[in-house]
């Protein structure tokens, strides 16, 4: 059976030359990306809180920022979100908090491993923190939003559509990023997109344990090729609203099966469920497929237009060029893409959804966007002068040095 709504005119909200679509990371980097260099921004978020799955999802982990051998290959506004999670707010009074990071359950700026840096950090806190660093940069928020769908003249988007309180309008921009995770933008657009029916039951959460607060990561295990292989039914999709559900409810579910357990095994302790994620812990959902789509092949591999770069969380050495064909739409020059679901498949795929690769993906289309916004079109060379300006790493030798694999300039 089919209705047929009514149609209605719809209200344009206001005119941006940027529109963000998702408050993650990656969101939130090139939001602010985008207003340095002179942009008027409005990031649209349909939860209430910024950071996506690195706070809203208890993902409190600041992966490293360099190729596990001493070399720094993520820098720029990436950078300074660590560096922020790692910031002190004992004497913050605006915040109205007294503890530090660590005294709430999180470690400060650390090293992992020899060389290998990363940030365990309150996601409460680091929320708030976000706010305030978007806030301070002249972008303007919009919580409670969700994207719907898209406007497209020819060869551009003009406008999205959204829905919240005030019901449903459109927003007209200059350029547009989905930061949604899910590639919800290009997926409207009618993009060609990729999605994954191998995720497992997952959820980090917190739990009080005898007056102690203590994360517990629980996931079942999972492919890092994204694959079912060696992974632990049941699947779910990720753009499927039934799995989605499913997925939540099912994991919410064995947090208290657990519970049970572990107070079973101890009954003298006091173990009480704490804070549980209010998003879904996807790791991977759907993802735009690109003129250019990476692949673990591309390890030490350089592009003459790459705008970023990336290690590799899980091992040391790995290090990945990440150009633009990756990040831009095939069919609308004015539609960019950054976070996880960038054009990256397999285990490739699993290395740029973490936190680093969403905030440097972020950094250098927020640059790209204003690019377009400000003159129609990119320049790559001077998209990469701006870029190492601003503080991003994008350099052929870091790509190149590692002698274990021979290197291979592209121009494909």
Known sequence: MKIVEERKELSVVEVYDITVVGGGIAGVASAVAASRHGQKVLLVEKMFGLGGLATLGNIIHFLPICDGNGNKVIGGICEELLLLADEKITDNKDLGLRKSPAEWGADSYHVDVPERYANV???????????????????????????????????????????????????????????????????????????????????????????????????????????????????????????????????????????????????????????????????????????YTLSLDDNHRWFDDTVAMTGDWRSRGPVYALPLRCLQSNKYENLFVAGRCISSKGGTWDVTRAIPTCGSTGHAVGVAAAMIAKNGKIDICDLQRTLKSDGQIIDEELITQDGKKKYEKSSI
Not at 152 to 180: M, P
Request: glycine share 6%.
């Open 121 to 291: 950090y309150n996601p409460n806190i680091f929320q708030i923190q976000l706010e305030q660093f978007l806030q301070n940069e002249d972008v303007d928020i919009l919580y409670d939003t969700r994207f719907c769908d898209v406007i497209l003249s020819e060869d551009k988007l003009t406008h999205i559509i959204i829905e919240n309180k005030d019901g449903r309008q459109a927003v007209a921009s200059k350029a547009f990023i989905d930061c949604s995770g899910d590639a919800d933008v290009f997926f409207a657009s009618g993009e060609k997109t990729v999605s994954l029916d191998s995720n497992v039951l997952c959820g980090w959460h917190y739990l009080w344990i005898d007056g102690v607060m203590k994360l517990q990561k629980f996931s079942k295990p999972y492919s890092c090729e994204l694959s079912k292989d060696g992974a632990k039914e049941p699947f779910f999709s990720g753009d499927n609203a039934r799995d989605i559900t499913d997925m939540v409810l099912q994991s919410r579910e064995l947090f208290l099966d657990r519970i049970d357990g572990m107070c079973c095994d101890a009954p003298e302790t006091v173990i009480e469920l704490f804070e549980i994620p209010s998003i879904p812990c996807f790791r991977a959902t759907r993802r735009f497929e690109g003129e």
